[in-house]
T-cell receptor
Framework: GQQLNQSPQSMFIQEGEDVSMNCTSS?????WLWYKQDPGEGPVLLIA?????ELTSNGRLTAQFGITRKDSFLNISASIPSDVGIYFC????????????FGTGTRLQVTL | DAGVIQSPRHEVTEMGQEVTLRCKPI?????LFWYRQTMMRGLELLIY????????DSGMPEDRFSAKMPNASFSTLKIQPSEPRDSAVYFC?????????????????FGPGTRLLVL
């Protein structure tokens, strides 16, 4: 099935550093979502974006819905060890109600 | 509130055997989704239901896979006969419309997954 392109594929950073990752699509979406998956668990919703240009924060996480509607960005400030995991973006069309298209994932590893 | 519940959490079976995965969605959610996750293909949507009715099963790999939702609080995904290439983590997710009640803008909540290994 179709997947969104996420970059980077993986990141190895030090505790306290800021992290940025993005997701791009060849198609327009009406909703962008960011999920985090811990080892052995299901993805957990972090942030949902509903309008082009929207900037939303959830604690140390900030995500933006790209103006073109074809991309989204996630930033994590002052990373901590529990930020380790795989981050997935997901896009959704209004016309194809409920179906999400998932990104390929960004694996984040944080060192002390 | 209880989240999405899946059982079993782990399943090991031999090729050719029937496998049944179970899911209980979050109470009040009217959409239910089955996904498969592998290293090679990532997260793939297999099928989803709305108000217990299958809406899109285009992601179901082949006739060996079937899914049912007999009521609003229970769904099954069955593989018969199972093959080694079916080994993956299978997730169930549920959702409902967001605060604006607009179609297509629901957010999905995932269960912990069933890790399936077919030998």
């Amino acid at each position: 099935g179709q997947q969104l392109n996420q970059s980077p594929q993986s990141m190895f950073i030090q505790e306290g550093e800021d992290v940025s990752m993005n997701c791009t699509s060849s198609s327009i979406f009406n909703t962008w979502l960011w999920y985090k998956q811990d080892p052995g668990e299901g993805p957990v919703l972090l942030i949902a974006l509903y309008k082009a240009g929207e900037l939303t924060s959830n604690g140390r996480l900030t995500a933006q819905f790209g103006i073109t509607r074809k991309d989204s960005f996630l930033n994590i400030s002052a990373s901590i060890p529990s930020d380790v995991g795989i981050y997935f973006c997901a896009g959704q069309f209004t016309g194809t109600a409920s179906k999400l298209t998932f990104g390929t994932g960004t694996r984040l590893q944080v060192t002390l | 509130d209880a989240g999405v519940i899946q059982s079993p959490r782990h399943e090991v079976t031999e090729m050719g055997q029937e496998v049944t995965l179970r899911c209980k969605p979050i109470s009040g959610h009217d959409y239910l989704f089955w996904y498969r996750q592998t290293m090679m293909r990532g997260l793939e949507l297999l099928i989803y239901f709305n108000n217990n009715v299958p809406i899109d099963d285009s992601g179901m790999p082949e006739d060996r896979f079937s899914a049912k939702m007999p009521n609003a609080s229970f769904s099954t995904l069955k593989i018969q006969p199972s093959e080694p290439r079916d080994s993956a983590v299978y997730f169930c997710a549920s959702s409902t419309k967001n605060r604006w009640g607009l179609a297509g803008q629901e957010t999905q909540y995932f269960g912990p997954g069933t890790r399936l290994l077919v030998l």
